[in-house]
């Protein structure tokens, strides 16, 4: 009751005095802080001077936005920032695309066909999701090493486009098990085939579904890190993660510091990630709901 | 399936099943093409099972039992592999020993914290949507970037976190990621930050919207208090949550890889050299496919062991709803 109250109060906050809610809210408040002031910072160190950077204690602020750090960023030799921005969206995009499609189409077959067979493959499915990823890595490099597909980005998403992994393929299932059968065996007494099913009517019934598929492997592959770094050795091969590494380690890329620039960097690859997840901030609750295992 | 065969047993298979329906287990000319459907839509994952995962699987297990180096063929070695890392491997105990110590920590605050989260969050404050956002994003953002801005933050003399305490009176604060004594709790630390507010949080809020208010108004009639209703109410109407959490967070804390190999390489002095670092330096920096094959499957053991553990004792705490 009192929480209602309060909440329909246009000026509730710390007004109507409730020792306990105003605890709360400095509780949370101090929490939010914490939480935001390492972004904060980074944003403001990227738009400091590199004296600024230098100077000791360090300031809060930058005396004067330096926005042109952004476009120096761009310029630096030997760090060809604009072609891992490429590389990664490249990677991104074709993976997501892989995914999204066959994932469906294995979460179809798992959901609406009877073989022999399927449930034993289910099982397998699931326990790949148990494997870690470093038992089969290494024998990854050597297949994709004897395919000459060592430094450049086709082991970063080819696997995609074959079921598109355990997780995928789980949670297109379970939608897909929720949609009524009466649809799909009514297409088929009108003469529809499997294929025509699949695609103009149960795949438009998955919008929700895919959204939250397509935000989670956007954003997974965005920040995938290990697979890069094992599979990439050339800095002009570079997704945005190992570049940003790479730049962040390089000892020689420039007698000027390069702080600043650091941080620009780090702005801008969390970028897409922040961006994406307001556009599609609804369907993270949802993927939790739907697969019960991770949004 | 069972069910499927049975009949197929007891009827003599129709003219147009034959071979082919018996392989596919289906009677009809229709459950047939069904069938097949289903082959050929599962098909690009039956693939890369085969590919990606069952041949990659069998393969790193042999090669666990070679001295495989990409270079040159392979030669079975037996144990060879496995005994020199039980017994001539100094950073293979010390990894294994690190990893656990940042898991005891890591997975108990990354849970317990994103409980806490969740029952903040689900007190209907005002502005609750904003500060979801703000413990929720860190979660999504790059590992590398993540690892690279708290170097910046934890740097012993420019960074803001010493600056602040030295400004609330802290004469010598830490060094962080600079010191071995102190790098392992650092990158701990980042994890945390990281992991808090992330799925796990989503998790309990979803487990925590689905407790039914009546027990609490139950327990308010009965004059309980607030810690009562939650160690009463809250936490064994969660249990099932907390359990899927804990087993989701051992599985990545023991894996931990991105923020030490970023923010300290393992170091200084091996503080941070985790397990993960120890498969992928010997893998891909030695070269020594074999060798690190053996260390991925220790860790697959190590975690399928745990994943038992937690499993088959779920019986025993975990409370399901009508259950």
Same mark, same amino acid.
């Given at each position: 009751?009192?929480?209602?109250?309060?909440?329909?109060?246009?000026?509730?906050?710390?007004?109507?005095?409730?020792?306990?809610?105003?605890?709360?809210?400095?509780?949370?408040?101090?929490?939010?802080?914490?939480?935001?002031?390492?972004?904060?910072?980074?944003?403001?160190?990227?738009?400091?001077?590199?004296?600024?950077?230098?100077?000791?204690?360090?300031?809060?602020?930058?005396?004067?936005?330096?926005?042109?750090?952004?476009?120096?960023?761009?310029?630096?030799?030997?760090?060809?920032?604009?072609?891992?921005?490429?590389?990664?969206?490249?990677?991104?995009?074709?993976?997501?695309?892989?995914?999204?499609?066959?994932?469906?189409?294995?979460?179809?077959?798992?959901?609406?066909?009877?073989?022999?067979?399927?449930?034993?493959?289910?099982?397998?499915?699931?326990?790949?999701?148990?494997?870690?990823?470093?038992?089969?890595?290494?024998?990854?490099?050597?297949?994709?090493?004897?395919?000459?597909?060592?430094?450049?980005?086709?082991?970063?998403?080819?696997?995609?486009?074959?079921?598109?992994?355990?997780?995928?393929?789980?949670?297109?299932?379970?939608?897909?098990?929720?949609?009524?059968?009466?649809?799909?065996?009514?297409?088929?007494?009108?003469?529809?085939?499997?294929?025509?099913?699949?695609?103009?009517?149960?795949?438009?019934?998955?919008?929700?579904?895919?959204?939250?598929?397509?935000?989670?492997?956007?954003?997974?592959?965005?920040?995938?890190?290990?697979?890069?770094?094992?599979?990439?050795?050339?800095?002009?091969?570079?997704?945005?993660?190992?570049?940003?590494?790479?730049?962040?380690?390089?000892?020689?890329?420039?007698?000027?510091?390069?702080?600043?620039?650091?941080?620009?960097?780090?702005?801008?690859?969390?970028?897409?990630?922040?961006?994406?997840?307001?556009?599609?901030?609804?369907?993270?609750?949802?993927?939790?709901?739907?697969?019960?295992?991770?949004? | 399936?069972?069910?499927?065969?049975?009949?197929?047993?007891?009827?003599?298979?129709?003219?147009?099943?034959?071979?082919?329906?018996?392989?596919?287990?289906?009677?009809?000319?229709?459950?047939?093409?069904?069938?097949?459907?289903?082959?050929?839509?599962?098909?690009?994952?039956?693939?890369?099972?085969?590919?990606?995962?069952?041949?990659?699987?069998?393969?790193?297990?042999?090669?666990?039992?070679?001295?495989?180096?990409?270079?040159?063929?392979?030669?079975?070695?037996?144990?060879?592999?496995?005994?020199?890392?039980?017994?001539?491997?100094? *950073?293979?105990?010390?990894?294994?020993? =690190? !990893?656990?110590? $940042?898991?005891?920590?890591?997975? %108990? &605050? @990354?849970?317990?914290?994103?409980?806490?989260?969740?029952?903040?969050?689900?007190?209907? *404050?005002?502005?609750?949507?904003?500060? =979801? !956002?703000?413990? $929720?994003?860190?979660?999504?953002? %790059? &590992? @590398?970037?993540?690892?690279?801005?708290?170097?910046?933050?934890?740097?012993?003399?420019?960074?803001?976190?010493?600056?602040?305490? =030295?400004?609330?009176?802290?004469?010598?604060?830490?060094?962080?990621?600079?010191?071995?004594?102190?790098?392992?709790?650092?990158?701990?630390?980042?994890?945390?930050?990281?992991?808090?507010?992330?799925?796990?949080?989503?998790?309990?809020?979803?487990?925590?919207?689905?407790?039914?208010?009546?027990?609490?108004?139950?327990?308010?009639?009965?004059?309980?208090?607030?810690?009562?209703?939650?160690?009463?109410?809250?936490?064994?109407?969660?249990?099932?949550?907390?359990?899927?959490?804990?087993?989701?967070?051992?599985?990545?804390?023991?894996?931990?890889?991105?923020?030490?190999?970023?923010?300290?390489?393992?170091?200084?002095?091996?503080?941070?050299?985790?397990?993960?670092?120890?498969?992928?330096?010997?893998?891909?920096?030695?070269?020594?496919?074999?060798?690190?094959?053996?260390?991925?499957?220790?860790?697959?053991?190590?975690?399928?062991?745990?994943?038992?553990?937690?499993?088959?004792?779920?019986?025993?705490?975990?409370?399901?709803?009508?259950?």
């Amino acid at each position: 009751m009192a929480q209602q109250t309060l909440t329909q109060q246009p000026t509730g906050f710390g007004l109507r005095v409730e020792p306990g809610r105003v605890l709360l809210y400095l509780f949370v408040i101090v929490l939010a802080v914490l939480f935001g002031f390492p972004l904060f910072w980074t944003l403001m160190s990227s738009l400091k001077t590199p004296q600024e950077m230098m100077t000791f204690p360090p300031p809060w602020l930058p005396a004067a936005p330096q926005w042109v750090n952004y476009a120096r960023l761009v310029q630096i030799p030997r760090i060809p920032v604009t072609i891992w921005a490429w590389n990664s969206t490249i990677v991104v995009v074709l993976t997501t695309v892989g995914v999204l499609i066959t994932a469906s189409m294995v979460a179809y077959s798992f959901a609406r066909f009877e073989y022999r067979g399927r449930n034993l493959l289910f099982l397998i499915t699931l326990s790949t999701l148990m494997l870690p990823e470093q038992v089969t890595i290494i024998p990854q490099f050597v297949l994709f090493y004897n395919f000459g597909w060592i430094n450049t980005l086709l082991p970063l998403w080819v696997p995609a486009w074959f079921g598109g992994g355990g997780f995928a393929i789980f949670l297109m299932r379970q939608f897909m098990m929720t949609l009524p059968r009466d649809l799909d065996e009514a297409a088929l007494i009108d003469g529809a085939g499997f294929f025509r099913i699949f695609w103009s009517i149960l795949l438009p019934l998955c919008k929700p579904a895919l959204a939250t598929l397509g935000i989670i492997t956007i954003i997974d592959a965005w920040g995938d890190f290990l697979r890069p770094l094992i599979f990439l050795n050339s800095p002009e091969k570079f997704t945005v993660s190992v570049g940003l590494r790479f730049f962040n380690t390089a000892p020689d890329v420039s007698s000027e510091p390069m702080a600043h620039l650091i941080m620009a960097a780090c702005v801008l690859s969390m970028l897409p990630v922040i961006i994406i997840f307001f556009l599609g901030q609804r369907f993270f609750v949802r993927g939790i709901v739907m697969s019960g295992i991770k949004g | 399936m069972a069910i499927a065969q049975n009949q197929i047993k007891a009827r003599p298979p129709t003219t147009n099943a034959g071979w082919l329906g018996r392989l596919v287990g289906a009677k009809t000319k229709f459950q047939i093409r069904r069938a097949l459907w289903g082959y050929l839509f599962a098909l690009p994952w039956i693939l890369g099972l085969i590919v990606f995962w069952a041949g990659p699987t069998l393969a790193s297990l042999y090669f666990s039992f070679t001295n495989f180096e990409v270079i040159g063929t392979a030669r079975w070695i037996g144990l060879e592999n496995y005994v020199r890392a039980f017994s001539g491997d100094d *950073l293979f105990w010390s990894s294994l020993g =690190r !990893t656990f110590t $940042f898991s005891i920590i890591n997975v %108990p &605050a @990354v849970v317990g914290g994103a409980l806490m989260l969740a029952m903040v969050l689900n007190q209907k *404050l005002k502005g609750t949507n904003i500060f =979801r !956002t703000i413990f $929720f994003v860190p979660h999504l953002l %790059p &590992a @590398v970037a993540i690892a690279v801005l708290w170097t910046y933050l934890m740097q012993p003399r420019l960074g803001p976190i010493n600056m602040m305490l =030295r400004d609330v009176g802290v004469s010598s604060p830490p060094n962080w990621l600079a010191s071995a004594s102190s790098a392992l709790y650092a990158v701990t630390l980042i994890t945390i930050w990281a992991g808090m507010g992330g799925n796990t949080m989503l998790i309990f809020l979803a487990g925590l919207q689905g407790v039914p208010q009546e027990l609490y108004e139950a327990a308010d009639m009965d004059g309980a208090s607030a810690l009562s209703k939650f160690w009463n109410v809250t936490i064994p109407l969660l249990t099932p949550t907390i359990f899927l959490v804990l087993v989701l967070a051992i599985i990545a804390a023991l894996k931990v890889f991105t923020t030490a190999w970023v923010a300290t390489q393992g170091g200084p002095s091996y503080a941070t050299w985790f397990f993960a670092l120890h498969i992928y330096t010997q893998a891909f920096q030695y070269f020594r496919l074999g060798y690190g094959s053996a260390l991925a499957w220790v860790l697959a053991v190590i975690i399928l062991f745990f994943t038992y553990i937690q499993v088959s004792s779920a019986r025993r705490w975990v409370h399901y709803e009508g259950g």
